[in-house]
């Protein structure tokens, strides 16, 4: 998918569920790591790239390392 409003929308949406405030979140910043997300936001999260995507996310193809930061969601969701 090479539809450029999806990383300022999936930006948005983990801002709205962020834990404390942020402001923009860098491609590199740790979400999990450093508690803007919770492990439990990600079930959310994958409903919300699967409406971004407008397909299911293949659970097989998850890997943990995708939620790691804005980046590896965009390479490994859309390929960006």
Known sequence: MD???????LEQWIRDHAKTPIGAIA???PLLEKGILSSLDIV???LFIESLK???VDPDAIEPDTFKNLDAMMRG???A
């Open 44 to 46: 959310e999260l994958v």
């Open 54 to 56: 407008g397909e299911e």
């Open 3 to 9: 539809d450029p409003g999806t990383r300022p929308k």
């Open 27 to 29: 491609g590199d910043t």
């Open 77 to 79: 969701f859309f390929g």
